[in-house]
């Protein structure tokens, strides 16, 4: 009898350290997602001042913009963990909506070959952060969804493991293309 409750023990035992090996490995791979993005969100946010110079060139009346887009660079160099560099990346996004609704309104701009260039540049990244961001919110659901399952989330609960966030739009606002009149 003792053995048979041993063996049980030895079951439970190994079962536990199975799902927590699972968890950090799920962690950890959503850890490695964000690097990726990281690295996206570098380039773009080295990008932008280049973007910036060649467009007050043209409209130096949008300071507002500038300081959006300066205020949300400033944020994202100064972030550490993922949600407030998630933040920052949004802010970014939504001034660059405004910066390019400029450009679009502005015919001499549009046809700067920096301009062009850095735009190509730029739209390039965002289809890698889109990739990514992609890639992220996958691994995220993983993790999210083993943690949350039965008899996983017991053990997730003796370990504090908690559910993450996804990297979404984080408001309305941001999902409203900018009106530019002059």
């Given at each position: ?29 959503r ?92 739209s ?13 919110n ?45």
């Amino acid at each position: 009898m003792i053995l048979i409750i041993l063996i049980v023990i030895i079951v439970l035992a190994l079962y536990v350290v199975s799902q927590y090996n699972k968890l950090i490995t799920l962690r950890n791979n959503r850890e490695n997602a964000f690097a990726d993005i990281d690295v996206q969100l570098k380039q773009r946010f080295d990008l932008v001042p280049n973007l910036i110079n060649t467009v007050k060139w043209y409209a130096a009346h949008e300071e507002k913009i500038y300081d959006k887009i300066l205020e949300a660079r400033k944020s994202f160099t100064g972030a550490w963990t993922t949600d407030e560099k998630i933040a920052a990346s949004n802010m970014l996004s939504g001034a660059l909506k405004w910066l390019f609704a400029i450009a679009e309104s502005n015919p001499e701009l549009k046809a700067n070959e920096n301009f062009i260039q850095l735009q190509n540049e730029l739209s390039d990244i965002e289809n890698k952060v889109a990739a990514a961001r992609r890639f992220f919110n996958s691994a995220t659901n993983e993790f999210n969804t083993y943690l949350e399952t039965f008899p996983t989330n017991l053990i997730a609960k003796m370990f504090a493991f908690q559910r993450v966030t996804m990297f979404e739009v984080s408001s309305e606002e941001e999902r409203i293309a900018p009106k530019v009149e002059f």
